[in-house]
């Protein structure tokens, strides 16, 4: 599977300068650019607490033409890789505000095992940018007291999969502070890592942990996919009030995108539409968005059309997006890499199936991994995830 | 079996000979109205040199103690009663008999030091400015409860005072608390965290994860193991291969205190304190007793016998040598003490009356506290008809 490089539809072609002919776009549809109905959701302004210094653009991707007067003023913006977006979300929040601070295992000198976190520690300090020892469970814990007194941690776990050693108190602690307390707590940590299916990492590297903690009451959930989001994503994250787990993905972290040069930070409860359509509706997230993409280019030049909706917020879901989606095309598919039983997906369909059962042709097909430890072999491992062809057999089963 | 009973016991009274003995050393300065008493037994170190017997302390200080120890100590019978008669539901586990540590430990520190401990928290919650109200409308389920009753028994916290809980997860609080140490020093303040946990959660892995992040940060963090000799029915010597629990931290200095002595334990957290600032975590073993079993669904007496119990409060019991001291320096009649005794009788049985008087919360409180600004996403009941809620 090819990286593939996302389009970022900052402004039109007409808008006088801002983008030369240098600049590398990558279309990923024949399409036209996608559009972002995010007029509605314009809540920004009801957020209390928090002062925010930058521009805040609602918008995950910018309408074609729209924002061509502000762009004209920005600069053209600059190319960088997912795990360096992260970083860049990181340093600007760790600039704007000195609670934030970062713990995890060889987050500091090592520069972090993804390099998420390079060169912060030389920059910020070994207080902020804190290496810990390899204790999950008491380093996730003592995140939490600290920001129960009003710091703002970052906790990253070097995989996701080792944060079940704290799950105890992601769920107790962080989770459930807030109510237990009666309010008077707030727990504003971010709990980061990448997770998914990697390449051959083996069972215990290679796991999905949305499915285990989607339960938890009082966290969010959000997954990011490109770039752009990641750094969005980041910087809303470690900004909200409440407690919120940000999954990365393995294979992502070397994907490509250009970014604006000015600061935004993006919606978390917000979904993100990665191509409109009008006869199927895809929800996915995180990297099985890519094989979505590669999958629908198959599908359109076989005649279909589908929409294609990045779900980006797995805890609450962003039903508003979704429900507008399937009012129009009436057919749903998710395609997750959670295993079948008890995650995303599984949710998701509940979801779907009790707020729109009315507006639904045919029942939601989900495609998931496979419920098996996640093999070494190459081959078996790519069977446990859902691949292209899949994708494409099942919108044309939908759509039948 | 015969054999348990007997170490138990010789263990747990081995305090004996030293009060009833005449080697306390009484001395009174009226000029300056200080007085030294010697603690019950010196205190013992691992690592460090331990601090001196003598404390001093003032009339007024001695009148506090036993004021509040007393306050406490009615307020946990009445929480028996309370839950006998079922107005209290669900777990309520009882401080009655280590009011010492939790009275103790506040004439050491002020309120911007920070105190977490686990669910036998509701002295603790009193010491650090809660009052009996909140505590009672929380025990008893009421939205005047400090928690706005959505918490219980093991979820008292009181913001303002210092105090972050209240938790029900057995060791859990320890990375909290060594959290709570991190931020301070990150922020310089010159305060200290108390981190309290209970001699069967000194076995728990995240215990020594804490401590060996605690040394190597020098976090101001103070780890405080109330030894009450059983973890729930399992006493400690049948848990611990070495119950030394001050001597656990290896590496970290740990001091061993009688927890059933007021004064000793102000000393040694006063000890603690300066140490923690300077020199990073410090364990101290409070060596103390609870005379209720381990919550209200344990009678207490199926593993230690109630020779052993009784034998406890008649030597040791916290309050009454406060009140021994008290009559000894004449700073207070029998008669006194025991009106003060009535007088906070009537205060927690107002208190209690005020609390039924309480309402309930409010169905929509169940989806309140969820979120900070709220995600919008919607909440129904169990039967998706009632209580329909945005979350705020």
Same mark, same amino acid.
């Given at each position: 599977?090819?990286?593939? *490089?996302?389009?970022?539809?900052?402004?039109?072609?007409?808008? %006088?300068?801002?983008?030369?002919?240098?600049?590398?776009?990558?279309?990923?549809?024949?399409?036209?650019?996608?559009?972002?109905?995010?007029?509605?959701?314009?809540?920004?302004?009801?957020?209390?607490?928090?002062?925010?210094?930058?521009?805040?653009?609602?918008?995950?991707?910018?309408?074609?033409?729209?924002?061509?007067?502000?762009?004209?003023?920005?600069?053209?913006?600059?190319?960088?890789? *997912?795990?360096?977006?992260?970083?860049?979300? *990181?340093?600007?929040?760790?600039?704007?505000?000195?609670?934030?601070?970062?713990?995890?295992?060889?987050?500091?000198?090592?520069?972090?095992?993804?390099?998420?976190?390079?060169?912060?520690?030389?920059?910020?300090?070994?207080?902020?940018?804190?290496?810990?020892?390899?204790?999950?469970?008491?380093?996730?814990?003592?995140?939490?007291?600290?920001?129960?007194?009003?710091?703002?941690?970052?906790?990253?776990?070097?995989?996701?999969?080792?944060?079940?050693?704290?799950?105890?108190?992601?769920?107790?602690?962080?989770?459930?502070?807030?109510?237990? %307390?009666?309010?008077?707590?707030?727990?504003?940590?971010?709990?980061?890592?990448?997770?998914?299916?990697?390449?051959?990492?083996?069972?215990?590297?290679?796991?999905?942990?949305? %499915?285990?903690?989607? %339960?938890?009451?009082?966290?969010?959930?959000?997954?990011?996919?490109?770039?752009?989001?990641?750094?969005?994503?980041?910087?809303?994250?470690?900004?909200?009030?409440?407690?919120?787990?940000?999954?990365?993905?393995?294979?992502?972290?070397?994907?490509?995108?250009?970014?604006?040069?000015?600061?935004?930070? *993006?919606?978390?409860?917000?979904?993100?539409?990665?191509?409109?359509?009008?006869?199927?509706?895809?929800?996915?997230?995180?990297?099985?968005?890519?094989?979505?993409?590669?999958?629908?280019?198959?599908?359109?030049?076989?005649?279909?059309?589908?929409?294609?909706?990045?779900?980006?917020?797995?805890?609450?879901?962003?039903?508003?997006?979704?429900?507008?989606?399937?009012?129009?095309?009436?057919?749903?598919?998710?395609?997750?890499?959670?295993?079948?039983?008890?995650?995303?997906?599984?949710?998701?369909?509940?979801?779907?199936?009790?707020?729109?059962?009315?507006?639904?042709?045919?029942?939601?097909?989900?495609?998931?991994?496979?419920?098996?430890?996640?093999?070494?072999?190459?081959?078996?491992?790519?069977?446990?995830?859902?691949?292209?062809?899949?994708?494409?057999?099942?919108?044309?089963?939908?759509?039948? | 079996?015969?054999?348990?009973?007997? +170490?138990?016991?010789?263990?747990? &009274?081995?305090?004996?000979?030293?009060?009833?003995?005449?080697?306390?050393?009484?001395? @009174?300065?009226?000029?300056?109205?200080?007085? @030294?008493?010697?603690?019950? #037994?010196?205190?013992?170190?691992?690592?460090?040199?331990?601090?001196?017997?003598? #404390?001093? @302390?003032?009339? $007024?200080?001695?009148?506090?103690?036993?004021?509040?120890?007393?306050?406490?100590? +009615?307020?946990?019978?009445?929480?028996?009663?309370?839950?006998?008669?079922?107005?209290?539901?669900?777990?309520?586990?009882?401080?009655?008999? $280590?009011?010492?540590?939790?009275?103790?430990?506040?004439?050491?520190?002020?309120?911007?030091?920070?105190?977490? @401990?686990?669910?036998?928290?509701?002295?603790?919650?009193?010491?650090?400015?809660?009052?009996?109200?909140?505590?009672?409308?929380?025990?008893?389920?009421?939205?005047?409860?400090?928690?706005?009753?959505?918490?219980?028994?093991?979820?008292?916290?009181?913001?303002?005072?210092?105090?972050?809980?209240?938790?029900?997860?057995?060791?859990?609080?320890?990375?909290?608390?060594?959290?709570?140490?991190?931020?301070?020093?990150?922020?310089?303040?010159?305060?200290?965290?108390?981190?309290?946990?209970?001699?069967?959660?000194?076995?728990?892995? $995240?215990?020594?994860?804490?401590?060996?992040?605690?040394?190597?940060?020098?976090?101001?963090?103070?780890?405080?193991?109330?030894?009450?000799?059983?973890?729930?029915?399992?006493?400690?010597?049948?848990?611990?291969?070495?119950?030394?629990?001050?001597?656990?931290?290896?590496?970290?200095?740990? &001091?061993?205190?009688?927890?059933?002595?007021?004064?000793?334990?102000?000393?040694?957290?006063?000890?603690?304190?300066?140490?923690?600032?300077?020199?990073?975590?410090?364990?101290?073993?409070?060596?103390?007793?609870?005379?209720?079993?381990?919550?209200?669904?344990?009678?207490?007496?199926?593993?230690?016998?109630?020779?052993?119990?009784?034998?406890?409060? $008649?030597?040791?019991?916290?309050?009454?040598?406060?009140?021994? &001291?008290?009559?000894?320096?004449?700073?207070?009649?029998?008669?006194?003490?025991?009106?003060?005794?009535?007088?906070? +009788?009537?205060?927690?049985?107002?208190?209690?009356?005020?609390?039924?008087?309480?309402?309930?919360?409010?169905?929509?409180?169940?989806?309140?506290?969820?979120?900070?600004?709220?995600?919008?996403?919607?909440?129904?009941?169990?039967?998706?008809?009632?209580?329909?809620? #945005? &979350?705020?």
């Amino acid at each position: 599977m090819a990286a593939m *490089l996302q389009t970022i539809g900052v402004a039109s072609p007409a808008a %006088s300068g801002t983008f030369p002919d240098h600049q590398k776009f990558f279309v990923s549809s024949l399409h036209s650019l996608p559009v972002i109905r995010s007029e509605a959701r314009l809540n920004f302004g009801s957020i209390h607490g928090s002062s925010r210094a930058g521009k805040l653009i609602a918008k995950a991707v910018a309408t074609k033409g729209e924002n061509s007067a502000a762009s004209a003023a920005s600069k053209a913006g600059h190319e960088l890789l *997912l795990f360096e977006a992260l970083r860049e979300g *990181l340093e600007e929040e760790m600039d704007r505000d000195p609670r934030v601070c970062v713990m995890g295992e060889d987050v500091g000198h090592y520069g972090g095992s993804y390099k998420v976190t390079k060169d912060l520690a030389q920059k910020f300090g070994d207080l902020r940018v804190l290496d810990t020892p390899i204790a999950e469970n008491s380093f996730t814990g003592m995140a939490i007291g600290a920001a129960m007194t009003g710091l703002r941690p970052v906790i990253e776990g070097m995989n996701m999969g080792f944060l079940l050693l704290a799950f105890n108190q992601i769920s107790d602690n962080c989770g459930m502070l807030h109510y237990t %307390s009666g309010g008077q707590f707030t727990i504003p940590a971010v709990i980061r890592g990448p997770g998914g299916v990697g390449r051959q990492l083996g069972a215990e590297h290679s796991q999905r942990l949305e %499915s285990y903690f989607q %339960s938890i009451p009082g966290i969010q959930m959000v997954a990011c996919s490109t770039p752009y989001n990641a750094k969005g994503l980041m910087k809303a994250a470690i900004r909200s009030e409440n407690p919120v787990v940000l999954f990365e993905h393995v294979l992502l972290y070397n994907l490509k995108e250009r970014i604006p040069d000015e600061e935004y930070v *993006l919606n978390l409860e917000e979904a993100e539409m990665v191509r409109p359509g009008e006869q199927v509706t895809i929800l996915t997230y995180s990297r099985m968005r890519y094989h979505v993409m590669q999958a629908v280019k198959t599908l359109v030049n076989k005649g279909y059309d589908p929409e294609v909706i990045d779900i980006r917020s797995l805890k609450p879901f962003d039903l508003y997006t979704i429900g507008n989606s399937v009012k129009k095309t009436h057919r749903v598919l998710i395609v997750e890499e959670c295993m079948r039983t008890g995650g995303i997906g599984a949710s998701l369909t509940a979801a779907i199936n009790e707020n729109f059962h009315d507006y639904l042709d045919a029942p939601i097909i989900c495609l998931s991994s496979q419920d098996v430890p996640t093999p070494y072999a190459g081959t078996l491992e790519e069977w446990t995830v859902v691949q292209p062809p899949q994708i494409v057999t099942a919108v044309e089963q939908l759509c039948q | 079996m015969a054999l348990s009973t007997h +170490r138990t016991t010789t263990t747990l &009274l081995r305090y004996l000979t030293p009060t009833i003995s005449s080697l306390r050393h009484v001395s @009174t300065d009226c000029s300056s109205s200080t007085i @030294t008493v010697e603690t019950s #037994v010196p205190f013992t170190g691992h690592n460090i040199d331990p601090p001196s017997r003598s #404390v001093d @302390t003032t009339p $007024q200080e001695l009148m506090s103690f036993f004021r509040d120890m007393a306050l406490m100590r +009615r307020k946990e019978i009445a929480a028996d009663s309370l839950y006998k008669a079922k107005l209290i539901r669900g777990f309520c586990h009882l401080y009655d008999g $280590q009011e010492a540590v939790a009275v103790g430990m506040e004439a050491a520190i002020n309120r911007k030091d920070c105190i977490i @401990t686990a669910y036998r928290d509701h002295c603790i919650f009193l010491g650090r400015g809660g009052t009996l109200l909140e505590s009672f409308a929380e025990l008893m389920g009421r939205k005047d409860g400090c928690s706005k009753g959505k918490g219980g028994s093991m979820h008292f916290y009181k913001k303002e005072g210092g105090f972050y809980g209240g938790h029900g997860i057995v060791g859990a609080q320890i990375p909290l608390g060594c959290g709570l140490a991190f931020a301070q020093k990150y922020k310089n303040d010159e305060n200290v965290t108390f981190t309290l946990y209970g001699d069967g959660a000194a076995n728990q892995g $995240q215990l020594f994860e804490a401590l060996n992040m605690s040394a190597l940060w020098d976090l101001p963090a103070i780890l405080v193991c109330e030894n009450n000799h059983y973890g729930m029915g399992t006493a400690e010597w049948r848990a611990a291969k070495n119950p030394a629990y001050y001597k656990r931290g290896d590496y970290v200095p740990g &001091l061993k205190v009688d927890g059933m002595d007021a004064l000793a334990v102000k000393q040694a957290c006063r000890f603690a304190k300066e140490h923690a600032l300077k020199n990073g975590p410090i364990i101290l073993e409070m060596d103390t007793y609870r005379y209720h079993g381990h919550s209200m669904s344990d009678p207490g007496s199926t593993y230690r016998t109630r020779d052993e119990i009784s034998g406890v409060r $008649q030597e040791r019991d916290p309050i009454e040598r406060v009140r021994k &001291l008290l009559l000894s320096h004449d700073i207070a009649s029998e008669k006194e003490l025991k009106d003060i005794e009535k007088e906070l +009788r009537k205060e927690v049985d107002e208190a209690i009356a005020k609390a039924k008087e309480c309402p309930l919360p409010e169905p929509s409180e169940l989806f309140t506290n969820i979120y900070v600004k709220g995600s919008g996403a919607e909440s129904f009941g169990a039967d998706r008809k009632e209580v329909r809620a #945005v &979350l705020p």
